[in-house]
């Protein structure tokens, strides 16, 4: 049976279409690299902002992957997006492909800081995205009752406050923008949901939170990406109401970490 999932507008839009349709040939390089997207997806985000920022060769395919087709799985083993297939050869999770790509194109602009400390305040900065601003966020979807609401709103408040720490301004590395930016920038378009619907408020994170979203929202390869508004709401709506059923929704609402 299908699930509601799988009801999402079938392509890019907006300025996104615009980049999509740019991308459609194969590379001709000699390092073949198909990018498995969803427009929609803030995952998807990641790596396509890493391929925009390196200026990377890519050709565009869209991928449905709450359809779980046979193809797909053969890429992607938990047939999410996104994958890519580098010279033939597949491989998935949005920070996973955002390293690789770092590896595979050493000619392209860096998405680290250059001094190994910052380096690893990057991937620190990584974590606590991973570990406590997005598990949080589903939560604050999710939640249904008021109270869960207001401890979630709070839980991403602190993610978002741990995050901010470090930030130099206008990026996380000053005028260098790097996977720790990357990595928090695909929900800066997605705020405004929390904010209409779960009480959020980017000024209740503080002054240097509230820049660097304004910093990001301003960023060439950002702007790229994005679809129509209206064509996210459709997809967010199922979150606030807890019908969704992809793999982040059902492990959020079962407790779990998300896959
Ligand atoms: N940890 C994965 C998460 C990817 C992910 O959850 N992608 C969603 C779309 S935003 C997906 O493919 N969902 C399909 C499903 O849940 O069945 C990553 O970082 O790449």
């Known amino acids: ?57 890519y050709q565009y395919k869209e991928v449905n992957p709450y359809k779980k087709e046979p193809e797909f799985l053969a890429i992607s083993p938990k047939g999410l997006v996104p994958a890519i297939k580098y010279r033939g050869k597949p491989l998935h999770e949005s920070l996973v492909i955002c390293d690789f790509l770092e590896e595979a194109y050493p000619e392209t602009p860096s998405l680290y800081p250059k001094d190994p400390y910052d380096r690893a305040q990057a991937r620190l900065a ?3 995205v991973s570990k406590s601003f997005l598990p949080a966020f589903f939560r604050l979807l999710q939640s249904q009752e008021v109270e869960k609401q207001a401890q979630a709103l709070e839980e991403v408040y602190q993610g978002l406050r741990k995050y901010s720490e470090r930030i ?6 000053g005028d260098q923008f790097t996977l720790a930016d990357i990595v928090l920038a695909p929900w800066v378009a997605r705020l405004h949901i929390v904010e209409k619907h779960r ?26 990406i994005l679809s129509e508004e209206r064509y996210y709401e459709e997809i967010y709506g199922r979150y606030l109401r807890d019908e969704a059923q992809s793999e982040a929704a059902k492990a959020t609402r079962a407790g779990r970490v998300i896959p």
């Open 1 to 57: 049976m299908p699930t509601p999932d799988e009801a999402i507008h079938p392509v890019a839009t907006g300025a996104a279409a615009t980049t999509v349709a740019l991308h459609q040939q194969p590379t001709k390089d000699g390092n073949e690299l198909v990018f498995y997207s969803g427009w929609f997806c803030p995952f998807v985000a990641r790596a396509w902002l890493a391929l925009e920022e390196k200026g990377v060769p």
């Open 126 to 128: 990584i974590d606590v």
């Open 168 to 173: 130099q301004g206008p990026f996380y590395f």
């Open 199 to 224: 009480n959020f408020s980017a000024s209740a994170v503080g002054p240097k939170f509230e820049q660097w979203v304004e910093a990001v929202k301003g960023r060439e390869s950002v702007r790229k």
